[in-house]
């Protein structure tokens, strides 16, 4: 069997949910009791942000290639970033990287086609909500991403990185989102919205929508995890 590699710490709780997602898929395809061998390398999210925030990329790109060797190292056999910020990044990254690597961006548009969206929402970070990564792959399957106002991108980014990060839910939080989501579903008739940040599918469910798709990308990208072990 394959060892899975996850470039986790950005941030912590959803490295944990990523290891238990992978752990319930595959016990529920083998029901056997074996258990796929996982390699995590919890990496330090503050550092990684600030980066990101003074436009560092090329100092994003070698931590993130760095730190990666060493999933290489402990003996993976591919990898994931377990957040969608770094994928700012992602093209290059990929391309220096020791490990085969599997794109959170590129499986969540795969996953938009099989549902034949073409129209979506993008929740996540600002990086990613301001980032164009999203936007630069789905186009090229003739989807069109957009993304709330600039008020509701503060909102969402504030709330993403001073409780979700955190692990903090609030219900308060939960119908914000919703209702940005519902404006954006009346403004652009969008069919699905992307929980493009990783703790996002810790307060949004596809439950919470009656008119729409939620894209967990964390939830798609484990799918994929999955089907890479069968190889």
Do not use: W
């Not at 290489?72 to 994928?87: E, I, K, Q």
């Not at 919703?178 to 992307?194: C, D, F, P, V, Y």
């Amino acid at each position: 069997m394959k060892t899975i590699g996850i470039l986790g710490g950005i941030g912590p709780e959803s490295t944990i949910d990523y290891y238990r997602k992978i752990i319930a898929a595959y016990r529920q395809r083998e029901p056997n009791g074996n258990y796929p061998q996982i390699i995590i390398n919890s990496i330090n999210l503050k550092q990684m942000l600030e980066l990101i925030t003074n436009e560092q990329f090329d100092d994003v790109i070698s931590l993130l290639v760095t730190e990666l060797k060493k999933l290489a190292d402990a003996g993976a056999d591919f990898a994931l970033l377990a957040s969608n910020t770094p994928h700012v990044v992602f093209d290059k990254v990929r391309e220096l990287s020791s490990l085969p690597l599997i794109s959170i961006v590129e499986e969540a548009c795969h996953k938009s086609i099989e549902l034949n969206l073409q129209r979506v929402g993008l929740f996540g970070t600002k990086f990613t909500m301001q980032g164009k990564f999203y936007q630069q792959v789905f186009s090229q399957h003739s989807i069109q991403v957009f993304t709330p106002d600039e008020t509701e991108q503060k909102y969402i980014h504030s709330r993403y990185m001073g409780e979700l990060v955190e692990g903090v839910v609030r219900n308060e939080t939960r119908s914000q989102l919703l209702s940005i989501a519902a404006k954006m579903k009346r403004t652009h008739n969008i069919q699905g919205l992307i929980l493009g940040g990783t703790e996002l599918s810790l307060i949004l469910k596809n439950s919470d929508f009656t008119d729409m798709f939620a894209l967990d990308t964390a939830a798609i990208h484990v799918e994929s995890v999955i089907k890479i072990l069968d190889l």
